[in-house]
């Protein structure tokens, strides 16, 4: 206890001597952290839960000791994931136990409770330590020894009953592949190994090609229980402790991860459902009867640790009462993340605030106030207006005259062959198809202007309107010279007239279809207190899908707010426009001047403006001055986000230009300085390591570059991570890169998503 006191008294000199909490500069960024995770503790079994932490920082992932006094978990408290020790009986507070500036997390203790086995960061990417349990001492972290030591991510570890190997999920055995949805978002898959606690006789024990993770050993060290993806869900599964026998162990419809084993040799695991309510439930081997663990808890639970003596433990909590009425702020949960409030590096220190939303434009000068755009519509049905429903006509017209078809052949299979009538049946699903398929495509796929929608509309109206009149003749024909078949020509002639009024709704009501304005808010992040800013109505021949803000930031000298409206996946051509909110005269400009897809402006003080560009049919970086427009860069590259300094010597922006055509193209962050002649620099990248970079942003003074890295791996299993989160892009520690002494500081430890940072005074 004296360490720990020691170590305390140390911490309030260096607040006091440096000023910590004084500074003048900000940093924000945004945050996919979850919010008020507490440990729950039941000491009879899962009868009954009370809460073991209270604290408004996030606590998860405890374990209990084998001796059954202590409980291990990981908070973020200090503003780092580190991990605490807190007695199971009795009043004392929790206790740091490693001393680290970087992340920890998913302890693991031996069967004799003298070691305990964790995840941490400090030497750069996530690997497994081992360090002496001592609850009643503060160890620093170079105690610890590197189990794993691996360029590759290795996570949640547990050791054989014996002691004598951990047993982890890594994701050093597979390239990591792109997102099937999500071109710009890469993928992991890992796979259980072990390996001695001597960091000799690795082995690989699974090979899958989704992940298998949270592996733990039976009581006996004859099994080993984990979860897997390769049922194309995740669900569990047992194998030998040499990685032979793999097989399913229970059936269960939704997802399963996180397996412990109960005393009695049943197993309990973590599901959600699509409301992302997660619970915690136990399965019988042997009836295959799976049951929730606890009958009163809160809305969300994961990850529950099962000690023989009844003792059970698991995190989680209620939903914040913001994220239960979305819309309210336009965050889910709190404006700000609990985080630190203070970054101490390169002998400066700055107060820093995770944003619980994408791009929020930081404060003025001098003030609390965020500003973001945020609707007041809740959901899908709510979005459309009331001409919007007419797009849910064409499927009600398919089916009605797929189902007319196949009622009418069986009723006159005797007078028309029945082939006839489900041929139509079968060529209106395909014409339905094909009518909504076009609008899909000129309207979301590739986003076409209003006008065009509106011919390309109109056009197949009129082809359809003089089918349906040549069908009409037809039918009546056949109808005036007794033949049965009128009564399918019939068929087709309603089919072609319903087509053309589905395509002429469109061509007519495209700008009602979807709501058309953008709503825009202030919000103080110390009171949470909310006021509307502007709004902004959406240009008559604006696609309503390249109607959405990808980008704000307040400019530097704080008078206005800069935003980009268009379509986040949109290519090149597509229109995408930079807009501008004077503070003062409240006033919209529009900044942009091309039908193509600009955006992600900034300005500098000399009110030199720098943005994308897809004029060139590529994407560009551009400058615009007094004397004009000048494309920098001018390349076949994708070049992205980019930024200029204060002081307007130079520009920063992502680009994938060192990547070859064939490839996964990963982004690179590049820096370019204005010469004494006024020209620029060629690019130089300032970036390292290997994986996604952007969103960079310059320091006040310019001497600095913060960014958002995929550089350092990821911090957990991504299958445990990515339902909680929905981050599907696997970036996001903030780093701060100086130019001049090119020193490069990690300002973020955790294993939540974040980007978009922004420094400001």
Not at 640 to 669: C, H, W
Not at 701 to 710: C, L, P, R, S
Request: charged share 20%; aromatic share 14%.
């Amino acid at each position: 206890m004296k360490q720990r006191a020691c170590f305390s008294l140390l911490l309030i000199l260096v607040f006091n001597i440096t000023g910590i909490g004084q500074s003048a500069e900000r940093i924000f960024y945004s945050t996919f952290s979850p919010q008020d995770w507490d440990i729950y503790i039941s000491k009879n079994g899962g009868k009954t839960i009370e809460r073991f932490t209270n604290h408004p920082s996030l606590d998860y992932d405890a374990v209990i000791s084998p001796d059954g006094k202590y409980v291990v978990y990981t908070s973020e408290r200090s503003g780092l994931p580190q991990l605490y020790v807190q007695p199971i009986e009795g009043n004392q507070s929790p206790a740091l136990l490693i001393i680290s500036n970087s992340f920890q997390d998913q302890a693991a203790f031996s069967p004799d409770g003298s070691q305990l086995a964790f995840v941490a960061s400090h030497e750069g990417n996530s690997d497994i330590y081992i360090i002496p349990f001592l609850p009643d001492s503060t160890q620093d972290i170079s105690t610890a020894s590197n189990l794993t030591n691996d360029p590759g991510g290795d996570f949640r570890p547990a050791f054989s009953p014996d002691g004598k190997q951990v047993a982890f999920s890594s994701d050093r055995g597979h390239e990591i592949v792109p997102h099937p949805q999500f071109p710009f978002a890469r993928q992991r898959i890992g796979d259980i190994y072990s390996v001695d606690i001597s960091g000799k006789n690795l082995k690989r024990l699974t090979d899958s090609d989704s992940w298998d993770g949270s592996p733990l050993w039976s009581a006996d060290g004859t099994k080993i229980v984990f979860y897997s993806g390769r049922t194309g869900k995740n669900s569990i599964f047992e194998m030998n402790t040499d990685g032979t026998s793999q097989k399913q162990l229970i059936e269960f419809p939704g997802p399963a991860v996180s397996p412990k084993y109960l005393p009695n040799g049943n197993i309990v695991f973590t599901t959600w459902n699509s409301e992302q309510d997660f619970k915690i439930m136990q399965a019988d081997k042997a009836t295959q009867e799976i049951t929730p663990l606890f009958s009163n808890s809160p809305d969300l639970m994961f990850h529950a640790d099962i000690h023989p003596n009844g003792l059970m433990v698991f995190h989680g909590g209620n939903y914040p009462e913001t994220q239960r009425q979305q819309g309210k702020f336009g965050f889910d949960g709190n404006v700000l993340a609990k985080l630190t409030s203070s970054l101490f590096f390169a002998d400066q220190q700055i107060e820093a605030f995770g944003v619980r939303r994408a791009f929020v434009a930081p404060p003025q000068i001098g003030n609390n106030l965020l500003f973001y755009d945020a609707g007041d519509i809740q959901s899908f049905f709510e979005y459309l207006k009331p001409l919007g429903f007419s797009v849910f006509w064409l499927p009600i017209l398919v089916i009605v005259m797929f189902l007319s078809g196949l009622i009418l052949g069986v009723r006159n299979r005797k007078k028309t062959p029945f082939w006839k009538y489900l041929l139509f049946s079968i060529l209106t699903v395909v014409a339905g198809i094909a009518t909504g398929g076009l609008f899909l495509f000129v309207d979301v796929i590739n986003p076409m202007p209003v006008s065009t929608i509106r011919w390309t509309m109109g056009l197949l109206t009129v082809v359809l309107i003089v089918l349906g009149w040549w069908q009409y003749k037809r039918t009546t024909r056949l109808k005036e010279t007794g033949k049965e078949t009128y009564r399918i020509s019939k068929l087709y002639n309603n089919l072609f007239y319903g087509l053309a009024a589905f395509s002429f709704l469109c061509a007519v009501f495209i700008n009602h279809f979807v709501n058309s304005t953008i709503h825009f808010y202030q919000v103080d992040y110390a009171t949470e207190e909310r006021k509307p800013l502007f709004i902004l109505e959406k240009e008559p021949n604006t696609n309503p899908a390249n109607f959405s803000v990808l980008d704000s930031k307040v400019t530097h000298d704080g008078k206005a707010l800069i935003f980009t409206t268009g379509s986040f996946r949109a290519n090149a051509t597509t229109q995408g426009d930079i807009w501008k909110y004077d503070f003062a005269t409240k006033i919209v400009t529009k900044l942009s001047d091309s039908p193509y897809n600009d955006g992600f402006a900034d300005i500098s003080k000399d009110g030199k403006i720098v943005f994308r560009s897809g004029r060139s049919e590529s994407f560009d970086i551009y400058l615009k001055t007094t004397k004009g427009i000048e494309n920098l860069t001018n390349d076949i590259h994708r070049d992205n986000f980019p930024a200029i300094s204060i002081q307007g010597d130079k520009i920063v922006f992502a680009s994938d230009r060192l990547r070859k055509d064939n490839e996964y193209k990963t982004m690179d962050i590049f820096l370019m300085k204005l010469n004494p002649d006024n020209s620029w620099s060629e690019p130089e990248r300032i970036s390292a390591g290997k994986g996604q970079n952007a969103h960079a942003h310059f320091s006040p003074d310019g001497e600095w570059v913060i960014y958002t890295t995929e550089g350092y791996g990821i911090n957990d299993e991504q299958a445990l991570i990515q339902p909680i989160i929905f981050s599907p892009q696997m970036y996001g520690e903030i780093v701060a890169y100086n130019l001049t002494t090119k020193e490069r500081f990690r300002l973020t430890h955790n294993k939540w998503e974040e980007g978009t940072p922004l420094w400001v005074e």
